[in-house]
């Protein structure tokens, strides 16, 4: 009789242990993270996301599976976004600058030599402004997960070596989605068309237009040296990337899987802005490799390109809100100050 109470305690033990493991176990469930981009496989942007995928699985038991999907094959940065706001697509890595209708507060990242250097538009999108960026997107049903870099943008074309204003003069330039864009593109004199990411290539190669800008790894991955000749290192705008996820997909998630997935990304994102950082430099040797006649722009060119494109900030300065832009301008006298100017050129 003496061993019944014994297994009796037995017994609850084991329900106990089960009851734990079971609630340890039940943090993470099989899910599928599809992500959307719109540049190549080679492009460090994916390179940084298999790296998050890989991380999302080390943090979950294998149990939270992401996969990179490039080339736009799940829709370009506009309509992937949609998708996500609609509940059918998990998550994307998409310009800012393509959102602004969504979220106008963006359009302050396409304002033109707004950055300097990487360590402002480092402690820009990393702090308070930031923050507040994540905020407005969690409005429009999107959950900012952390901040990418896509870079310093630069123009190529079909016509001619560009050393300034005057050169860009006349051309027909895709720019993106977005109305600072056209604007500030209006204000240098060229014509700028307004086009989805995965159309620049074919639009290109046909000649319907003369010139896009990217950054240079865009340049070399999406191969826009095979229709392009000229390269002109303006660097005139950073743009960032914004890993983004649907709401839908986000609220499904238990807290430890949402933590899962940031720390995942934030890891990501050390990597990839270092990674994409030393490429900039390399994907400019080997586009030269490939034939493109490279250019500077000097000090005083670029002033004068400045000069040009000032009513663009002023107009959207007010457009967007006073006081935010204000805010953005605040964080990078900031680093100015503490001597982080470092020039990106
Ligand atoms: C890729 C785009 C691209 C951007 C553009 O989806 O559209 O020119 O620079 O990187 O986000």
Not at 299 to 317: G, H, L, N, W, Y
Request: proline letters at 5%; aromatic letters at 8%; hydrophobic letters at 40%.
């Amino acid at each position: 009789m003496s061993h019944l109470p014994k297994l009796r305690h037995l017994a609850v033990g084991v329900a106990a242990a089960a009851l734990l493991s079971t609630s340890a176990w039940a943090q993470f469930e099989e899910r599928n993270v599809r992500i959307s981009i719109g540049v190549a496989d080679e492009h460090p942007q994916a390179v940084a996301l298999e790296r998050f995928a890989e991380k999302l699985a080390e943090l979950t038991d294998g149990k939270m599976k992401a996969k990179v999907f490039p080339n736009a094959a799940l829709g370009d940065d506009a309509n992937s976004t949609s998708a996500l706001r609609a509940g059918t697509l998990e998550m994307n890595s998409t310009s800012t600058s393509p959102l602004t209708q969504l979220v106008p507060e963006l359009g302050v990242f396409d304002f033109p030599f707004l950055f300097a250097s990487y360590p402002e538009a480092d402690a820009v999108l990393d702090g308070p402004v930031g923050d507040e960026i994540g905020q407005k997107m969690a409005q429009k049903d999107l959950v900012l997960l952390c901040w990418m870099e896509n870079g310093f943008r630069n123009l190529t074309n079909s016509e001619r070596p560009v050393e300034g204003a005057q050169d860009v003069e006349g051309l027909k330039v895709r720019v993106m989605q977005n109305p600072v864009f056209l604007d500030a593109f209006g204000q240098l004199g060229s014509n700028p068309v307004a086009m989805a990411f995965s159309e620049v290539y074919p639009a290109l190669e046909s000649g319907a237009i003369d010139a896009q800008e990217n950054p240079n790894v865009t340049i070399l991955t999406s191969k826009f040296y095979e229709v392009q000749d000229y390269l002109a290192q303006t660097r005139h705008v950073y743009t960032p990337f914004m890993n983004l996820v649907s709401k839908t997909f986000w609220d499904k998630l238990s807290p430890d899987e949402q933590k899962a997935m940031r720390e995942a990304c934030y890891d990501a994102r050390d990597f990839q802005r270092q990674l994409i950082r030393q490429k900039d430099a390399e994907a400019l040797e080997q586009l030269k490799e490939e034939g493109m006649e490279i250019t500077e722009i000097s000090a005083e060119q670029r002033e004068a390109m400045q000069k040009k494109v000032q009513p663009t900030i002023d107009r959207f300065s007010q457009q967007i809100g006073p006081d935010f832009v204000k805010r953005v301008y605040a964080e990078i006298e900031k680093v100015r100050s503490q001597g982080g100017q470092a020039q990106a050129q």
